[in-house]
């Protein structure tokens, strides 16, 4: 694999990066929007957040298609902001846009205490371990049959091929959800998080339009699993659930987003950055095939290097700028990470190797992070 000429695209995109590591270094400040769409289409976003990380990790913008807010880009601070609900609010929003009023999705990833956590107690044992355990096999099985299926010596989409089609198996599998139509799982994660004018759909009233077939074709599935004993797919833990049965119908859209998108977005797209990321360091995935005990490692590490999940939203309930700066001090004065390691949140080290040692928060900090996390 080392040996090989290095692709075309791979050319590309280290000049690109090149170009953003010169730009970043000289740039204002003020003018890094860290939201903007085509820093992360050109995957140049490196460079910008690791200049703020260094010069002003928590920055105010004044100006950007969100509207105005301050950045919080360091380990520390991120931390701070995830484990201090009453000042830093989920509510009523985590993703960045404001939300539409006429098309409200409530889900309790953005809800504050004490919904969010009797919501999320319904969903969170289909990630439990020992449930995660029980797929492993038949994880392994889509996986192989996936790649076995895969053209030699012609080009092929991997996403589509590959990411798509065995996140969506699996995400198939956790709502018990008839095979057959899974890829409409993949089009409502699609179509939940994309607006207008991104290729998804044309307008509101499409996305609204689909959306509430998402609803219609779930409430037939409720309505069959509602009645019978209790099994252990998410939508009989829902329509079971003590604090999720009485949803109403709006609410339950609005988790089933949720656990889509969820399930979806993320994993699809850490096993296409991960494919990238071995491509663009040849000695890595050298040393990943001398030696496939540091799996476990890479897979930490992808989801790290290729987060998933760009940014998350918290809406600051009260003036929080003094309190961070405070907090900040007194969590200076504690040694770093292990091995002299830098903590950093989101952004890139300079080497891709095993993530041990580091201390990262890729998947979120406790009290607020994804349900694989914490059972
Ligand atoms: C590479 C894979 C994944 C990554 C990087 C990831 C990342 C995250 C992060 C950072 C959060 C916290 C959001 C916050 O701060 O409010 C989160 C929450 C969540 N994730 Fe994941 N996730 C992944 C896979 C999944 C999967 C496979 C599912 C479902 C099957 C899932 C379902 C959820 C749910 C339901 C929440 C909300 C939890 C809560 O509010 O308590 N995620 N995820």
Same mark, same amino acid.
């Given at each position: 694999?080392?040996?090989?000429?290095?692709?075309?695209?791979?050319?590309?995109?280290?000049?690109?990066?090149?170009?953003?590591?010169?730009?970043?270094?000289?740039?204002?400040?003020?003018?890094?929007?860290?939201?903007?769409?085509?820093?992360?289409?050109?995957?140049?976003?490196?460079?910008?957040?690791?200049?703020?990380?260094?010069?002003?990790?928590?920055?105010?913008?004044?100006?950007?298609?969100?509207?105005?807010?301050?950045?919080?880009?360091?380990?520390?601070?991120?931390?701070?902001?995830?484990?201090?609900?009453?000042?830093?609010?989920?509510?009523?929003?985590?993703?960045?846009?404001?939300?539409?009023?006429?098309?409200?999705?409530?889900?309790?990833?953005?809800?504050?205490?004490?919904?969010?956590?009797?919501?999320?107690?319904?969903?969170?044992?289909?990630?439990?371990?020992?449930?995660?355990?029980?797929?492993?096999?038949?994880? %392994?099985? +889509? $996986?192989?049959?996936?790649?076995?299926?895969?053209? =030699?010596? *012609?080009?092929?989409? #991997?996403?589509?091929? !590959?990411?798509?089609?065995?996140?969506?198996?699996?995400?198939?599998?956790?709502?018990?959800?008839?095979?057959?139509?899974?890829?409409?799982?993949?089009?409502?994660?699609?179509?939940?998080?994309?607006?207008?004018?991104?290729?998804?759909?044309?307008?509101?009233?499409?996305?609204?339009?689909?959306?509430?077939?998402?609803?219609?074709?779930?409430?037939?599935?409720?309505?069959?699993?509602?009645?019978?004993?209790?099994?252990?797919?998410?939508?009989?833990?829902?329509?079971?659930?003590?604090?999720?049965?009485?949803?109403?119908?709006?609410?339950?859209?609005?988790?089933?987003?949720?656990?889509?998108?969820?399930?979806?977005?993320?994993?699809?797209?850490?096993?296409?950055?991960?494919?990238?990321?071995?491509?663009?360091?040849?000695?890595?995935?050298? %040393?990943? +095939? $001398?030696?496939?005990?540091?799996?476990?490692?890479? =897979?930490? *590490?992808?989801?790290? #290097?290729?987060?998933? !999940?760009?940014?998350?939203?918290?809406?600051?309930?009260?003036?929080?700028?003094?309190?961070?700066?405070?907090?900040?001090?007194?969590?200076?004065?504690?040694?770093?990470?292990?091995?002299?390691?830098?903590?950093?949140?989101?952004?890139?080290?300079?080497?891709?190797?095993?993530?041990?040692?580091?201390?990262?928060?890729?998947?979120?900090?406790?009290?607020?992070?994804?349900?694989?996390?914490?059972?």
């Amino acid at each position: 694999m080392s040996s090989s000429p290095t692709p075309w695209f791979l050319e590309a995109e280290a000049e690109r990066i090149a170009e953003a590591e010169d730009d970043a270094r000289t740039i204002d400040l003020d003018a890094i929007d860290p939201v903007s769409l085509s820093l992360f289409q050109a995957n140049a976003q490196d460079p910008y957040f690791r200049r703020l990380r260094e010069d002003d990790p928590v920055h105010y913008h004044e100006s950007s298609r969100v509207g105005p807010y301050w950045s919080v880009t360091s380990y520390e601070q991120i931390k701070f902001v995830d484990t201090h609900h009453g000042a830093f609010s989920s509510e009523p929003v985590v993703s960045l846009a404001d939300l539409k009023d006429d098309f409200p999705l409530p889900m309790f990833i953005a809800m504050d205490q004490p919904k969010h956590d009797r919501q999320r107690k319904v969903a969170a044992p289909i990630v439990a371990p020992r449930n995660l355990q029980n797929f492993e096999a038949i994880i %392994r099985k +889509r $996986a192989i049959e996936i790649l076995e299926s895969l053209p =030699v010596g *012609e080009p092929f989409n #991997w996403v589509e091929d !590959v990411s798509i089609e065995l996140t969506t198996q699996m995400l198939a599998t956790l709502f018990d959800f008839p095979h057959e139509d899974r890829r409409r799982l993949t089009r409502w994660s699609d179509v939940a998080t994309g607006s207008p004018g991104t290729g998804i759909v044309e307008s509101h009233e499409q996305r609204r339009q689909e959306l509430t077939e998402c609803l219609e074709y779930f409430t037939e599935l409720w309505n069959e699993r509602v009645n019978e004993p209790p099994k252990f797919d998410l939508v009989s833990m829902l329509a079971h659930g003590e604090s999720t049965r009485s949803m109403t119908p709006q609410e339950y859209l609005g988790n089933l987003v949720l656990l889509i998108v969820g399930g979806n977005d993320t994993t699809r797209n850490s096993i296409t950055g991960g494919l990238l990321a071995l491509n663009q360091y040849p000695q890595e995935f050298d %040393r990943l +095939r $001398a030696d496939p005990s540091v799996i476990p490692n890479m =897979v930490s *590490e992808i989801v790290r #290097w290729q987060t998933p !999940v760009p940014h998350m939203r918290r809406t600051a309930l009260e003036d929080t700028r003094a309190l961070v700066l405070e907090e900040t001090l007194y969590v200076d004065g504690v040694p770093h990470a292990p091995h002299g390691a830098r903590r950093h949140a989101g952004g890139r080290q300079d080497d891709s190797r095993g993530g041990e040692g580091r201390d990262v928060v890729p998947l979120g900090e406790p009290r607020r992070a994804c349900i694989r996390e914490r059972g």
